[in-house]
């Protein structure tokens, strides 16, 4: 059966492009399509365009290891600057002409009879629905996508703009005006800071916190003309700095360990106890020091949040939360009523509702969530965070337990696009045989193929069309995860995003070392693996461990040819003509590997 595109991929963000870059890189003009809902590339650094957004991992590690950008303007950047980023390095590798836009995918089904997904799309334009179908499918929206709905009763009926903060409504002028923020996480430790100072500051802005956050100290240098002239032209300068700000941050990780991490973590909560005691108005000490261990949230940098708190116009209430919003304001659980012209919501997002809405289905049309029902008490798991059993060809970037508290996500992306392309290598091998070897390297297998048979392509036998993980590995892996997680100090008992409050189960956070994830994209465990082929490919199992099982005839084989080879100059041996030695060599060879089967 025909299909439209080899990799349709949901999504156009930072792992969408990262993923379509690697395919153009290692496969040339591979087929590909991206659905992307929004207008343009950039993902969450496009949608999120609130005022003072900005990112809490350093600019040159917040950046692709293939594509490092020596014009970086500070060392924590803001949010233009990196969907810029994201949009040169797509338009570098013509990712926009892969891409449509104002597209939702809405459903998803696996095809067994021809290995292909039929993927439903809605046009928000057009108001259309069509289909699309691809032998493989990734999603790759992110874990921060979908913006927590509005909890408090009474929100239909407020008469002014009330809106997420991932989705500013840049059409309301805050100038001058009464705003209620609810929510006290990153983004408006950012966005409060700018609303509330001139020259178009609000009239007064009342915020409802619900958690304390530990804020940590961020310094924001500009880096000066001579530091990106050096990391534009000296070799290896931006590498070596990249390398210190990996080092520098991976090494945060040894205080997450419930035991041997607890002298950091005291450490770290009298310096940043201190830090906000120090900056804070003292009447908020109390509501802004957290009681929970150190780690267990997100940490928050602190982008003058603590020092804006001064300010005749910025309340911060911490004890009487909203019970109700009402039509030109909200009434808090004492009976105080605030009136507000706009609020905004600062609520974070819904990360347990992994790839929520969408409907996908796999093998026998079981859903994702019938499946994580059935293996996972409902929390969402994944082999490596990326492949799911009954759900072949289908990969998740920013999947289940990718995240980490410490690190660039990015990093942790490109190790799940590394890992992803060697999963499906022998897929993608049968449909571009000839993207892994040059015209020369054609030419030389070609005349090693006639010269010795052993050398040549292996019996007929059906290609691999799909790759599905095993459900013993998928479930070995997530036994190993959540005991790992037990160690950490996100088992603390905190309330966070990390893990579900429904089963207990961590569901965000990768339990070990990044460097170690690094490595399990490298060396794949193809026996956790079934690659088989589609009942148009015959219908059967496919061993692709099997070449590596000829491994050594390969070897020996090669030897010989070069022995043989480095004959040809004498042009005869032993009475001979060389060419008939090759020959002798080649039967023998056959009659060895015919041997080793046999036995095997």
């Given amino acids: 059966m025909s299909f439209d595109t ?59 290891s293939f594509a490092l950008n020596p014009n970086w303007s500070r060392k924590f950047p803001l949010q233009p600057e990196i969907a810029s980023y994201f949009q040169s390095v797509a338009l570098e590798y013509a990712v926009p002409s892969h ?22 799309i809605f046009d928000q334009k057009t108001k259309e629905t069509y289909t699309r179908r691809s032998k493989v499918l990734v999603s790759a929206v992110g874990a921060l996508s979908v913006p927590k709905q509005c909890d408090v009763p009474g929100a239909d009926g407020f008469k002014g703009p009330l809106f997420h903060s991932a989705r500013w409504d840049h059409s309301f002028d805050c100038g001058g005006k009464e705003v209620v923020v609810l929510g006290n996480g990153c983004s408006a430790t950012q966005f409060v800071p700018v609303i509330s100072s001139s020259p178009n500051a609000v009239k007064k802005v009342t915020q409802f916190s619900r958690q304390a956050h530990w804020l ?22 931006m590498r070596a700095y990249r390398a210190w700000v990996y080092y520098s941050m991976e090494s945060d990780f040894s205080g997450f360990y419930v035991t041997s991490g607890g002298r950091i973590r005291e450490g770290l909560k009298k310096e940043q106890s201190e830090y906000i005691r120090k900056l804070a108005p ?39 939360p909203v019970a109700a919003i009402e039509e030109d304001g ?38 994702l969530v019938e499946h994580w029902n059935t293996t996972s008490q409902g929390s ?97 892996e997530n036994e190993w995860i959540q005991t790992k997680a037990k160690e950490l100090v996100w088992a603390t008992g905190c309330t966070s995003w990390y893990v579900d409050a429904k089963t207990g189960r961590n569901t965000m956070m990768y339990p070990v070392w990044q460097y170690h994830f690094w490595l399990r994209s490298l060396f794949i465990s193809k026996k956790d693996f079934v690659y088989r082929a589609s009942a148009v490919e015959g219908g059967e199992e ?59």
């Fill in 6 to 64: 080899d990799i349709l991929i949901i999504g156009a963000g930072m792992s969408g492009v990262g993923l379509a870059v690697q395919l153009t890189k290692k496969y040339g003009n591979i087929r590909y399509e991206i659905v992307e809902k929004s207008d343009n590339i950039g993902g969450t650094w496009w949608v999120n365009s609130y005022p003072g957004c900005g990112c809490d991992v350093q600019s040159h590690f917040y950046s692709y």
């Fill in 99 to 120: 891409t449509t836009f104002h597209s939702v995918v809405q459903k998803t089904q696996w095809d067994e009879s021809s290995s292909t997904w039929v993927v439903t």
């Fill in 216 to 237: 940590a100290e961020r310094p924001n240098p500009s880096f000066s003309g001579f530091e990106k002239w050096v990391f534009r032209h000296v070799p290896l300068a």
């Fill in 282 to 320: 003292e009447r908020y000490h109390e509501a802004l020091v957290p009681k929970t261990e150190i780690g267990c949230k997100r940490k928050v940098m602190d982008t003058d949040y603590l020092a804006c708190l001064h300010r005749d116009n910025v309340e911060l209430v911490f004890s009487d």
């Fill in 330 to 367: 909200v009434r808090t659980k004492s009976g105080r009523h605030i009136k507000a012209d706009a609020i905004i919501l600062a609520t974070g997002f819904a990360t347990q509702q992994v790839l929520f809405p969408m409907d996908i289905r796999g093998e026998k049309g079981i859903s």
């Fill in 380 to 476: 969402a798991q994944a082999y490596y965070g990326t492949c799911i059993s009954g759900f072949p060809n289908f990969f998740i970037m920013m999947g289940p337990n990718t995240t980490t508290g410490h690190l660039s996500v990015i990093f942790s992306v490109e190790c799940q696009i590394n890992f992803t392309l060697r999963v499906l290598d022998p897929i993608l091998k049968s449909l571009y045989p000839s993207s892994s070897s040059s015209s020369s390297s054609s030419s030389l297998s070609t005349w090693l193929s006639s010269s010795l048979p052993l050398l040549s392509a292996t019996p007929t036998k059906p290609k691999p069309d799909n790759v599905a993980v095993k459900l013993k590995a998928e479930i070995a």
């Fill in 542 to 600: 496919v061993d692709v461990r099997r070449r590596g099982k000829r491994a050594w005839s390969v070897v020996i084989s090669t030897l010989a040819v070069g022995m043989v080879l480095g004959l040809v100059r004498l042009r005869r041996v032993g009475g001979r003509d060389w060419r008939d030695v090759v020959g002798m060599l080649s039967r023998w060879l056959q009659q060895w590997s015919l041997g080793r089967k046999q036995t095997s």
